[in-house]
């Protein structure tokens, strides 16, 4: 699903909302999320699952069409973690 059937799905869902302030409130929403992200912080949605930024550390890569060797430097990725309704909700 991307971003933009989530808005509509949400705004067929609640025809009391228009649709720009479905849009304004699902952005404000992952922009929120993003931001507490970027400062480290760790987001839980009960029942949902949890984000959160882990580092991956430096390592010693190889160039696919060479062989070659070459050092990827340390980064930090985002990271999501199901909670347990959605499991059980998946797992039936």
Do not use: C, W
């Amino acid at each position: 699903m991307t971003k933009s059937e989530l808005i509509q799905r949400l705004a067929d869902a609640n025809p009391h909302l228009y649709q720009r302030d479905v849009e304004r409130i699902v952005t404000t929403i992952f922009d929120e999320i993003t931001t507490a992200l970027a400062g480290g912080d760790r987001v839980e949605l009960r029942g949902f699952g949890a984000f959160s930024v882990k580092e991956r550390g430096s390592r010693v890569g190889r160039n696919p069409r060479t062989g070659e060797a070459v050092n990827v430097a340390s980064k930090h990725i985002p990271y999501f973690k199901t909670g347990k309704q959605l499991r059980e909700k998946l797992n039936g």
